[in-house]
């Protein structure tokens, strides 16, 4: 009995393994970036402007953070870090013009809310940023595992994405992950998004009743 008991912990052992590493890594090769669109991702990185959240006003604002801290707590159990967490959300998706709940179901999908998460090729952080980003459009020196840095980064490049693709969601999120063309990775970030992060602001959801 002691072999087949030692067999299958070692078996359960390896699948445990392998359910901790991100969900989706694709090549994500370096890309040509003109000098125009070069500069222009640079500026974005290193403009740090007014923090503002997704939110006009403050009551939404705050009906979000709640909304979504509840949702997140069983991928982040601390709640003074979920919060931070949340409202650098905010702050950086606002900044990017991105949908804040967009973001979170690609850090799902992408990290599993993992601050060190690493992908097999490199990718870094939760929204799994490849460090040769820092060289094409920021610092050398920079660290992907800082929240913020890691969240400034990974939504700058999904905007570029959805630029460059007019718009197109599904080949925007294929570029990001560097699966374009491949239906599954989209499929998981959009269904991820529906499924685990929609929100409504209080009045529009009053109005649904």
């Given at each position: 009995?002691?072999?087949?008991?030692?067999?299958?912990?070692?078996?359960?052992?390896?699948?445990?393994?392998?359910?901790?590493?991100?969900?989706?890594?694709?090549?994500?090769?370096?890309?040509?970036?003109?000098?125009?669109?070069?500069?222009?991702?640079?500026?974005?990185?290193?403009?740090?402007?007014?923090?503002?959240?997704?939110?006009?006003?403050?009551?939404h604002a705050e009906a979000w953070l709640t909304a979504m801290s509840a949702?997140?707590?069983?991928?982040?159990?601390?709640?003074?870090?979920?919060?931070?967490?949340?409202?650098?959300?905010?702050?950086?998706?606002?900044?990017?013009?991105?949908?804040?709940?967009?973001?979170?179901?690609?850090?799902q999908v992408e990290s599993r809310f993992r601050k060190y998460a690493v992908?097999?090729?490199?990718?870094?952080?939760?929204?799994?940023?490849?460090?040769?980003?820092?060289?094409?459009?920021?610092?050398?020196?920079?660290?992907?595992?800082?929240?913020?840095?890691?969240?400034?980064?990974?939504?700058?490049?999904?905007?570029?994405?959805?630029?460059?693709?007019?718009?197109?969601?599904?080949?925007?999120?294929?570029?990001?992950?560097?699966?374009?063309?491949?239906?599954?990775?989209?499929?998981?970030?959009?269904?991820?998004?529906?499924?685990?992060?929609?929100?409504?602001?209080?009045?529009?959801?009053?109005?649904?009743?």
């Amino acid at each position: 009995m002691g072999k087949p008991d030692q067999s299958r912990r070692r078996v359960l052992g390896a699948l445990l393994a392998l359910a901790s590493l991100p969900a989706w890594a694709g090549p994500r090769g370096e890309e040509e970036l003109s000098a125009a669109v070069r500069a222009s991702l640079q500026h974005a990185v290193a403009d740090d402007g007014d923090r503002h959240t997704a939110f006009s006003d403050p009551l939404h604002a705050e009906a979000w953070l709640t909304a979504m801290s509840a949702k997140l707590a069983r991928y982040m159990p601390d709640e003074a870090a979920r919060l931070r967490f949340l409202r650098t959300v905010s702050w950086e998706s606002a900044r990017a013009g991105l949908d804040p709940q967009l973001v979170l179901a690609l850090i799902q999908v992408e990290s599993r809310f993992r601050k060190y998460a690493v992908s097999p090729v490199g990718a870094m952080g939760y929204m799994q940023v490849m460090p040769f980003w820092l060289k094409a459009i920021g610092q050398t020196g920079q660290d992907l595992f800082q929240l913020r840095t890691n969240l400034r980064y990974g939504c700058t490049i999904l905007r570029y994405y959805i630029d460059q693709e007019r718009g197109n969601l599904f080949r925007a999120l294929g570029r990001y992950n560097g699966s374009l063309g491949q239906p599954g990775y989209p499929v998981m970030v959009v269904n991820a998004w529906k499924r685990n992060w929609s929100y409504l602001p209080p009045t529009q959801e009053a109005a649904l009743r």
